[in-house]
T-cell receptor, first 110, second 117 residues
Framework: RKEVEQDPGPFNVPEGATVAFNCTYS??????FFWYRQDCRKEPKLLMS???SGNEDGRFTAQLNRASQYISLLIRDSKLSDSATYLC???????????FGPGTRLSVLP | NAGVTQTPKFRVLKTGQSMTLLCAQD?????MYWYRQDPGMGLRLIHY???????AKGEVPDGYNVSRLKKQNFLLGLESAAPSQTSVYFC????????????????FGEGSRLTVL
């Protein structure tokens, strides 16, 4: 089993739609969780951290369920500029292990 | 601010040739990482370093060597390139906060696209 798994995608949604991505991880000792965004042929960039209590940044909401070892990202009111690949990241061993999921590609259509 | 700089950005090699990818960061970060990214596989960790003079193996270290002689530089070497090493290579660095449980953000270089024929 892969250490971090994500919805395979791609997701094709119209502008204004709400879309949710799921991620599961296998290491129960995982310490920190993040969502990164990667545009085509570019480097990944941090989108947001994921906290146990859940957190929101504008149109983006991240949730963590440690018991189920599950992370989610919700994007509301999708914009064309949200089109990208979204990478789930899990860390343990105080950040010596930064493990990326395979990514879920999102295309927001006009 | 330069951030994380990778050189070269593109390279074509023949099987059996050697080369070195250079990663330089100007943020005084302790941790540095080398990843490779292949379609459908996501980013996979090759080697990493938690400080000057230290390196460790990641998920896919075979066929690669690294060195961290200076804090700001992390070199990735291919001694005898193989077609399976055709990939996009990303270097990243990270600030290590005093609270080590908060692992901070990874800063990536723009990537180095390597083709081995």
């Amino acid at each position: 089993r892969k250490e971090v798994e994500q919805d395979p995608g791609p997701f094709n949604v119209p502008e204004g739609a709400t879309v949710a991505f799921n991620c599961t991880y296998s290491n129960s000792a995982s310490q920190s969780f993040f969502w990164y965004r990667q545009d085509c042929r570019k480097e990944p960039k941090l989108l947001m951290s994921v906290y146990s209590s859940g957190n929101e940044d504008g149109r983006f909401t991240a949730q963590l369920n440690r018991a189920s070892q599950y992370i989610s990202l919700l994007i509301r009111d999708s914009k064309l500029s949200d089109s990208a690949t979204y990478l789930c990241v899990v860390t343990w061993n105080y950040g010596q292990n930064f493990v990326f999921g395979p990514g879920t590609r999102l295309s927001v259509l006009p | 601010n330069a951030g994380v700089t990778q050189t070269p950005k593109f390279r074509v090699l023949k099987t059996g040739q050697s080369m070195t990818l250079l990663c330089a960061q100007d943020m005084n970060h302790e941790y540095m990482y080398w990843y490779r990214q292949d379609p459908g596989m996501g980013l996979r960790l090759i080697h990493y370093s938690v400080g000057e003079g230290t390196t460790a193996k990641g998920e896919v270290p075979d066929g690669y060597n690294v060195s961290r002689l200076k804090k700001q530089n992390f070199l990735l070497g291919l001694e005898s390139a193989a077609p399976s090493q055709t990939s996009v290579y990303f270097c990243a660095s990270r600030w290590t906060p005093r609270d080590r449980a908060n692992t901070g953000e990874l800063f990536f270089g723009e990537g180095s696209r390597l083709t081995v024929l």
